[in-house]
């Protein structure tokens, strides 16, 4: 299987890479290029997507966006085009086995202009509806071999500077003609429906603990309500108010985690009157009651390999 080969020799080096080049706080000398490491599989933990590419090169993790689930593996990626609440886990990962895995922020900006510059029959034809705001497929070669490219690069410091960003607009080019192109594509166009349910997702998590009507938001989208209902479930694969429940209580968890003592008074800060119905719903999320996850937090807090990526 020459193509299986070629694919094996081009993660080998990609690891190789990784590996060298990794920090404790998976940042590098490229901006927005992180490098992932970890040698354990932890419990799902609950999380932010942020607007990334998020390519593997070994070891396995399982992503939760509502009631869909992503699994990808060594030469798979994942690409968000929202900054969603997902609920995330590695798979696969051991000392002997790290999971390793490369990262790039996603630029709306940068894919528009792409966007533009494109020739007529260049980018695929897009199908009808509203894409994921989340999407999971296997690496092509050449988007393999771009991001290899680039890591080389944190070696090569004279050339990076001006070499890195022709790199980066080469992997959104293979990203934006790739499979899951259409996900990365409404990214850089302002009027997809992933744009008016981005300016959704902008204000609900900007007025989480505020009570709202559906119709004043889906307004505020530029969408009827009918229309904003289908697309917003589309892309976060969620209502509106469950969304807005699962940021109050990731914001809840944050805060109770240095506030430990004052379940109630976070339970009213996130929004929730009824401290019988928050301590439900938190449990519900996060399979233990608030006190006993804010000591597991701060048990965690102490020990550096306690710590959750």
Known sequence: MPD??????????LRALLERHVRPDWTTAIEGVLISRVDRRDPPEPSMSGTVLALIAQGAKRLALGDRVFAYGAGQYLVASVDLPVTGHFTRADPDHPALGFGLTLDPSAVAELLLQAGPGDIPRPAPGTASGIA????????????????????????????????KREILWRLITGEQGATVRQLGLPDSGLSHVSRAVG???????EPFRV????????MSVSAF????????????????KQIRLQEARLLLATRPGDITGVGQRVGYDNPSQFSREYRRQFGAPPSRDAARLREAARSPAGVLP
Do not use: K
Not at 141 to 159: N, Y
Not at 203 to 209: D, L, P, Q, S, T
């Open 215 to 222: 119709a004043d938001v889906a307004r505020l989208s530029g």
């Open 136 to 167: 999971a497929g296997d690496a092509p070669a050449e988007l393999l071999d771009a991001v290899t490219r680039l890591l080389r690069l944190l070696d090569e410091p004279r050339d990076r500077a001006v070499l890195a960003p022709l790199v």
């Open 4 to 13: 299986e080969r070629r694919t094996e020799a081009r993660l080998r080096e």
């Open 229 to 244: 209902h289908r697309n917003f479930q589309a892309v976060t694969a969620m209502s509106p108010i469950q969304f807005q």
């Open 203 to 209: 204000w609900i998590r900007e007025h989480y603990a």
